[in-house]
């Protein structure tokens, strides 16, 4: 991603300059999302697949398992998340 011209931002209007910043806190926020995916995955694979997968699919334990994990920590994040919203009211 390229840097941004202070002097070019320093033309822009106060209303674009706050929908490009509120544009720019959104997609930071999104690739913050998919860096905790990532690594929400990365861990509850490592924790549930034991064995070197042989049949080219996962088995009902090991799907089941992958899906409680990351089931508790989405669900932990949307508590986390609320409680900071109710904090900031």
Request: aromatic share 6%; proline share 2%; net charge negative.
């Amino acid at each position: 991603m390229s840097e941004l011209d202070p002097q070019a931002l320093a033309k822009l209007d106060q209303e674009t300059r706050q929908e490009l910043s509120q544009w720019a806190q959104k997609e930071t926020e999104k690739a913050q999302l998919q860096q905790n995916v990532h690594r929400f995955t990365d861990m509850c694979w490592k924790k549930c697949i034991t064995e070197p997968a042989t049949s080219g699919s996962l088995t009902s334990q090991e799907e089941s398992c992958i899906t409680n994990c990351l089931q508790r920590f989405f669900d932990t994040n949307s508590m986390v998340v609320q409680l900071v919203q109710r904090k900031a009211l």
